[in-house]
Structures are given as C-alpha cells and as structure tokens.
C-alpha cells in the first residue's frame, strides 16, 4: 500500500467519488484501487505469505477434525477435558476483548467524546474477539451443531456456562449492532445507522450489564473444580470478581497493542484526527488500565488472605504464582506507571503488551498449567497447538480485512445523505 | 426450605425471566437438594475385596461396552501406571478396580464407578440439563441434548466422567449409570453388585446403608478406618465406602468438602440478578450526571467531529 501511495494512488476513503458518483460495492471490496493493483499489493506483502502458510497446513487440520473428531487432534484427555482450544481461545479472547464495553462507557456514558477516534477500534477489537472465542468453542464443542441447544432445547439455568452463553451470545448481537452503525456508513445506509444511533445508550448499558456478568461467570467456571485448581488460583468467594477486574486492563490494554500494530503497519488507513490524537488516547488507556491492574492486585492478595493460603506462597507452585503477579502485575504497573508520569507512549505500549501476556498467563494458568496440579501436566498434542494458531491466524486476518475497508481508522469525507 | 426458594428464583433471574416459563428446570432443582428420601445406594467394604475384577466384566457385559484391551482374568493391570496416576473409569470402562499397597498391611483394592452424589456437580455445571438425579438414587445422563463442553468433567470432584472424544458425530459421555435402564429402575441390584463373589458390596436404602456401616464399625472399631466415606463429601454420595486403611492410604481423596460444589458457586449466582437490577439505573444515571449540560451525549458524534472539518 505503501508503493501505491507514493505513486498517488488514494484508497477509498469517501462515500462519492470526486465526481460525486456512488462507488460500487466492487470497488469499496477492493479498497478503490483496480483489481491488478489489489492482487499486487496483497502478494508484495510478506506478512500474507506468512498467513498462507498457516493456513495451508491449519485448515486440512480444521478439516480432519471434523471427519475424524476430537481424538485425532487432542490427547483425548478426561483429565483436561479443557484444553487449549478453551484456555487459550475461550478464556484469554474474552477478556481481551472486553475493549468494546470498556470504551464505549467511557464515549457514550460519560461522554468522553475525546476518546472518540478510538472507539470504533474497540468495539471491532470487542466484537471479533468475542466472535472468534465461539469460533474455537465450535472446533471444541463434541457435537457444534447444538450449539444453539442451551438457548432453544434444553435447559440448563442453575449452571454457571448456562449464563455464559447467553451473555456472549446476546452480546455479541450487542455488538454486532454497535460495529453495524460502520458496517452502514460504508455500505451508505444511512437510515440502519440512525436506527442504531439511536439506541446507542441502551446497547452500551446492555454492553456493561452483559460484560459484568460473562466476563465474571468465566471465572465461576473455574469454582466448580475446587481442588483440582491450586488454591492459590481458586477463590470461591473471589474468582468472578478476579476474572471481571483483570478483564478491564485487558481490553483496554489490547486496544493499545492492536492501534499500535495499525500504526506501524496500516498507517495509510488511518485519517489525520486518529494519527494526531492516538498519543493522547494511548496515555489515556494507560491510565485506565493502570488503575485497573492496581485493583486488581490488590484483590489478588485479598483471597490469598481470605483464605488464609500464604503458605502456598513458598511451594513451587508460590512462586509460579508471584512471577505470574510481579511479571504481569506488578513490572506491568511500574512499566505503564514510567510511562504516564514521562509521557512517553512507547513506555506506555510496551506496559500493554506486558498486562496482556499477563493476563493470557493468568488464564492460562488457571486453565491449564495449575489445573490439576495434584496430577501431572498435561502438554497440548501439536495439532491442538497448529489449529489454534491458524483460527488466531484467521481471526488476525478477518480483523485487517474489516479494517482495510470499514470505516473504523478513518472518517468518511463526504457523506451521501439518503 | 429457604435455600430451595433462593436457587429456584436465582436460576429464574439467570434466564432473564425465561427459566419461569421453562418448566423441565423445576426437575432439577427439586431433585438435587439433599438426595431423595428413599435413594438407593451401595456400600462399599473394601476390606472384604480381593480384586478379582468380576464387577468390571459383569459391568463390561450389562453396558455393552467393548471388549477390554487385557481380558478381566488379567491382574497384570494394577500395576499399570498412566501420567504418575493408576487405572481410572474410561470410556470403555465404566467402573475400574485398583490395588493399593499401603505400608505395614495387605494390599487393599477399592472400585472406582460413579458414586451418584445426592447434590451432584456434574448436574448442576450442565448448562442443557442432561443430567438427572432420579429418586432411585442413579444420576443419569442423556445423550440427545450433550452439547459437548465436558463441564461436567471438569466439575466432579471425583473424575468419574468420561468421553468418547474418537466418535466424529456422536461423542457423548460415558460413565457408571447405576444401571438404571436395565435394573435399578425396576428395583433390582446392579450388575457389579450381584457379581461379587465376595459380597463386597450391600446394596439398599442409602439411609439404612449409612446405619449398617457405621453398625460395622462399631461392631470391629479394630478392622476399620473410623470414617465413612460418601456420608457427607460434597453432600453425600450413593456409594459409600468402609476402608480398613485410612482413606487416603487407598487412593481417595480426602480433601473434598462437605459441602455440595455447587455451593462454591452461590456467590456468584447471588450476583447475577443484582447486576441485572442495578446496573442499568447505575448506568443511565452516570450518563445523565456525566452528559449533563453538554450537547447531546449520544448524538450523532461520528458526524459532528466531521462536520468541524468542514
């Protein structure tokens, strides 16, 4: 895209033409540009060599498992029922991308319209995270196609995954209606995106409720399984609120990575008032996801206290837990705190991607490394491990193409009334 | 009673008002607090055991379950040793039996089935209900609506399911049925029981069960671990076991509590339907008390950015 630009091609970034007609849908697909600019611009990218790689050897594998089941890509393991389609793609996409609710309160509840230029990113972030935790709860799932069973079927509503899947499943039609409102403007159907405008605060307040609850009830999925979680990663009383609290920093910590990411490599996406303004915004986030993290520490060693575990802390399993606390906590907090103070946004960045990576430790840990920590580890067949880097390889590659083209990054700059 | 109460409208508020339509959930609720009154159960004696593995073949045989990799006359599989762990119930296999050799005494070989819970996990962690407590005592399972997130076997405290993970289109859970279909429905012992050679195993009323074991060792305070083990672990069990070792010298696991596992989760569930009734008030006040005085807080603020460009 970079080439293109400096030979004066523009990618399509206005609902009418110079000459004030409508482009087609054709066109808006491939960004503006002609279909030979487009196929040379996607194959001069080394990254989608990467990207075709995975998915040539992940996608035979997606298919195999579904000839073949769960067996021949898993070890089959009724120890770790879970594994890592639910311990990485369930439990550390969800908070991750609690970006969507956390920003749109910020924007549309408090009506901090300054952290506008970002919101759109979250809500996508939120969206497709949410949308690609079902992706691997499906290649999980014995039997998929029931799916839909615990909303239509058969009823299960005094169990903790009964609330988890209504939530996700009303949250992201939540959503789905929150993104749409760019999904509209692209496509120029200006009366879908009144309709939803106008019942932003309602989606956003649905948004909290729904987020509260799932991101918790995850948590309380784990509470179930008191004794084979080490006790220093169960809180009966606690585990919601740990899971709820963590999911904060999170989300707004991704949504640092991700626009970072887009800045460095899709800058010709991104229109002036989002280049100019994401410095702001980044400190911005940092702030919140600091308080975040400190709230969430605090509340970490709160149920070591409550009950009474501090003995744990000097096993083996003690010190996993504090290198989990002061790598993903603690160095995250110092990290983002040098970063605010100095107003320097790559201090804040890299604070970011370190609550991230302790955040996926966290879940991971509480999923699978300490999970039955009274039995042996159970290590992921290499098939579990290709597959779930392809659907993330899909889920990267879904989320860039939305982003090429919706108007997330950018404004339109001329709009069609209708 | 009070406790019914409170998880019938905690279940209710979890689905958004749409449970009180839902009229197969009162089955669940009601049928899990406490056991039945007049469920059956087994008692276990361990010290009466020789390992001779009957009850896994007359299991194998009631179930129609596959053949087994080593015949049952083979005693070459107590010493089998998978992940640091010994045998556990399969999907193959719904009950196991394994050899235990504490210090300074004989080898004692407890079996290992479904102990059918009066409160079970397994139950109350299925968010499609396939689970049932029915009030012969059995916890039964059904396939039809297994969705397949194996919460269940996450949930039980005592790794009993198992999965059919090599089944493409019909994996479904596999575990100890109490054979319900073939015999307990109709009042009669399961096929475990009636093949012991050894009458290592009583099957009755859990009540009076719990009253012939602890007669047993009052009678023999000598032969016997003072403990009962299933009388109250995570709410009671069917199955109940009397061990002439201490419990955990024969592999149990001694650190499960007395009560129910659902009750670790009550927190939570008591939170549900706060968040859903204050929330949104919470919410809209902070929006009105934050946009107060501004310009419209929910208008149109992707245009109105544009608009200044203009």
Known sequence: ????????????????????????????????????????????????????????????????????????????????????????????????????FMLGTTVEIFGRHDFEPIERLALLNGLLGYFFAVVYLLVDLGQPWRLAYPMVYSFGPAAVLFLVGWHVATYLSVQVAEVSTAFFEWIGFRRGYEFIRKGTIGLTVSGIILSTLHQG???????????????????ASFQWIHFFVSSIPAGLSMVICVSTVVIYTMKWRCDQRFIDSLDRITISLAKGASMGLFTYLFIKFLAVAHDNEWAYLATGWGAWWLFEIFFGVVLALIVLGIGIHHKSVALCRLGALITVLGILLNRLNTALITFNWNLYQEIPHIFEVIIAITIFAIYIATYRFILNRLPILYQFKNRAEA | MSKITRRKFLAGSMAGGAAIAMAPTKKAFGANLGGFPDGMGVLVDMTRCVGCRSCEAACNKEQNLPDPDKSFADYSVFDEIKHGEKRRPTEKAYTVVNRYEPEGSEPVYRKIQCNHCNEPACLTSCFVNAYTKTPEGAVIYND????????????????????????????????????????????????????????????GKRKELIKIAHDRIRRSPDKYDDQLYGENEVGGTGWLYLSGVPFQEAGFNVSLPNEPIINNVKDFLAIVPMVLAIWPALFTGFHLLATKGKSHGHGDDHSHDGQEEH
């Open chain 1, 1 to 100: 895209m970079k080439k293109l630009a400096e030979n004066g091609i523009k990618p399509h970034d206005a609902q009418l033409k110079p000459d004030g007609r409508k482009f087609s849908l054709m066109e808006k697909l491939l960004l503006g540009l002609t279909l030979d600019q487009y196929v040379q611009q996607v194959i001069r990218n080394k990254f989608n060599w990467l990207l075709a790689l995975i998915f040539a050897v992940g996608i035979p594998l997606i298919i195999y498992r579904f000839i073949f089941g769960l067996g021949v890509v898993t070890h089959s393991s009724y120890d770790y029922p879970w594994g890592l389609f639910l311990g990485f793609g369930l439990f550390c996409m969800v908070p991750l991308s609690a970006s969507g």
């Open chain 1, 217 to 235: 009830a995850l948590g309380a999925l784990f509470v179930y399984a008191p004794g084979k979680v080490h006790p220093l990663w169960y809180s």
């Open chain 2, 144 to 203: 039809k609506v297994c969705v397949g997130c194996r919460n269940c076997m996450i949930a039980c405290p005592f790794s009993i399911p198992a999965y059919s993970y090599s089944s493409a289109f019909n994996p479904i859970i596999k575990k100890c049925i109490f054979c319900y279909d073939t015999r307990l429905k109709n009042g009669q012992m399961p096929a475990c029981v009636e093949a012991c050679p050894q009458q290592v195993m009583v099957f």
